[in-house]
């Protein structure tokens, strides 16, 4: 059984309540650290990654971030999936090989331009992922992720941003799109957005939002944390720094 297999079958038959809980490792050891703790898949953050690395979030060459992925795939025997933002303008055919040459199993595309801090157009955004799906085959597990929150404008109404990402997530996963992540979508809005969409939803955790239990009873299939995990040890560092200068 190949990784896209067993991270694709993951994603399926979960009871309400029982999300895919995918830490965000930013390189080798933290990887080991949640494989041993027996998380069945792990999910790499784009800005974990980034910020360990020296960069800021969007910034990483994308060389060194196949790299980091690469490295992290490398030191555990789960499958992972890697947060490739936009793809870093590569080709379809060329990021599934960059993936699958790294060892990651499954990955998340976003529909934001980082650059113009717009939306991408969903029709067009469809038909990419479908490329890419054509180039994957059954390869990897996409991770289709609406920026509808994220760049749908200061002030929108949520309710209407919810209708939005529906319609682009449906388009995508009629793309071939194994889930879809609508980052950062108000938890109210999870059980209209699993409904609407009608396939395996990503939930972003938040430290101060609900449960992972409450997510996955709110709809959310899979839950994701971004740069959580590298945040909270770098509180933890920051601490002992506290205390050695104290020392």
Known sequence: MTGATTLRALHHGRAPGDPLVLPGPWDAATARVFAAAGFPALAT????????????????????????????????????????????????????????????AGCNLEDGDRAADVLKDARRHADWLAEVRAAAGERLVINARVDVFVRGGAGADPDRLAEEAIDRGRRYVAAGADCVYPIFAPPRLLPRLAAGIGAPLNAFAKPDGPSVRELGELGATRVTFGPGHLRQALAAVEDIAEQLRQA
């Open 45 to 104: 953050p784009s800005a974990g990654i980034a910020a360990s690395l020296g960069y800021r979030d969007g910034e990483t060459p994308d060389d060194e971030m196949f790299a980091a992925v690469a490295r992290v795939a490398r030191a555990v025997d789960v499958p992972v999936t890697a947060d490739i933002e936009d793809g870093y303008g590569l080709g379809p055919a060329e990021i599934v090989d960059r993936l699958l040459e790294a060892g990651a």
